[in-house]
């Protein structure tokens, strides 16, 4: 097959990211410490997921309250800048008495499509993909947090990090009047249809946020909002990104607001046949285009479409990536806005 046909044949599908919420929502259900059989099965559905689409997997182990948990991740070498790293993570585990079909089944069907688009291509920077442990509850905020066990070990190995963006509830829209909500002030700025995607940051990472929004604007058909603001505003910090501020690192959460909008959000109601999946796809592929973006870094000549690499993720081959600019000074399209607030530097 040729490139511009291998090209046109990729997409990411809405039955295939309906697969991944079903298996984990669906067949596999609540999944935590609590149910540690079940947690254990969420772990091994990715990693098999992850070695058929021909990643190397390396697990993180470690135990929380006496259980053993892993942090799972799969890797596409940088070609060019091997020692530079983005890092797109998403939680597998649910809090107690919910199935997680938003929460956080989406975020994985998207991290697992991504990571199979990027199994076609050859970067000039290292794209890590990690399956975090222990997002919710207890663990969230504390020192077993999955994502805050990885974050520190990065640190301390002095990995380079550009980049750490956590997907965080993607597949709940409502075109309705009146279905979205916000924190405190946001109302008067922002949509009151639940039918966008948002991209929010601390003060920190607002440069990375417009470059990243301006680039996934170019991608993607969902529409886009995006902010940066102080970490305290609730559900701001509320996800793996977290772990990375604290440690030092730019990062960002992708989010469909979660609870500002899903009535279903931490309840046994959050279940695969609530989720849009069209728009999850579409989302999906926009992600893992504007990553391309910023990874592959291909010449103004390169082929508009992507070829698939001979010798799977791990291949040192030329970079085949799709084309894009970097999206540096880009500005957004029509359908994204910026949230940026102007209340001063978080630290944190």
Known sequence: MDAGAEGKAWTVGADAVRAHVEALAGDIGERNIF????????????????????????????EARGVPCANLEAACPGRERPETILLVGAHYDTVEGTPGADDNASGVAALLEISRAFARWTPACTVRFVAFVNEEPPFFYWRDMGSAVYARAARRRGDRIELMLSL?????????????????????????????????????????????????????????????????????????????????????????????RNPYYHTMADRPGTLDYARLAQL?????????????APPRDAPALPHRRAEG????????????????????????????TAWGEDTR
């Open 168 to 260: 965080e509830m993607l597949g709940y829209y409502d075109d309705r009047p009146g279905s979205q909500r916000y924190p405190p002030l946001f109302r008067y700025f922002y949509p009151d249809r639940a039918d966008f995607i948002a991209v929010v940051s601390n003060l920190r990472s607002r440069h990375e946020l417009r470059r990243f929004a301006a680039a996934l604007g170019r991608h993607c058909q969902v529409p886009l909002q995006h902010a940066a603001t102080f970490g305290f505003v609730p559900g701001v910090s509320w996800s793996d990104h977290l772990s990375f501020w604290r440690q030092g690192y730019r990062a960002l959460m992708v989010t469909d607001t979660a609870f500002y």
């Open 313 to 340: 993720p791990s291949s040192a081959a030329g970079s085949n990536c799709p084309e894009g600019d970097r999206g540096d000074d880009a500005s957004a399209s029509p359908s994204t806005r910026s949230g940026d």
């Open 284 to 296: 999906t592929e926009g992600i893992a285009l504007a990553l391309a973006e910023r990874a592959c």
């Open 35 to 62: 149910r540690a059989g079940s947690l254990e099965r969420a772990a091994a559905y990715i990693e098999s997921e992850w070695r058929a689409q021909g990643y190397e997997v390396r697990r993180q182990r470690y």
